[in-house]
């Protein structure tokens, strides 16, 4: 899981659960996205205000690929 920190000590995460979020503080869970299927058991994830992604065979890597898209444009916008 990666952990942004910003200098007013924020943290933003892709939520996971290898770490006990609740641990550092209050927590705000905010819904980025939704992993679906469609009526011919292909999977999209559909990211709130943002593109669909799929079709994917397999659940798995629609989830991956949410992950992968939420880290690169939510978590770090910005080149790292």
Do not use: N, Q
């Given at each position: 899981m990666d952990l942004l920190i910003a200098p007013d000590g924020t943290a933003t995460?892709?939520?996971?659960?290898?770490?006990?979020?609740?641990?550092?503080?209050?927590?705000?869970i905010t819904r980025a996205s939704h992993v679906e299927p469609d009526d011919f058991g292909q999977w999209?994830?559909?990211?709130?205000?943002?593109?669909?992604?799929g079709p994917f065979p397999r659940r798995s890597e629609a989830l991956a690929a949410e992950v992968v898209w939420l880290t690169e444009h939510r978590l770090f916008p910005f080149p790292h």
């Open positions: 995460a892709i939520y996971g659960e290898s770490i006990d979020l609740h641990a550092l503080g209050a927590v705000s999209f994830a559909e990211i709130v205000d943002g593109p669909t992604l």
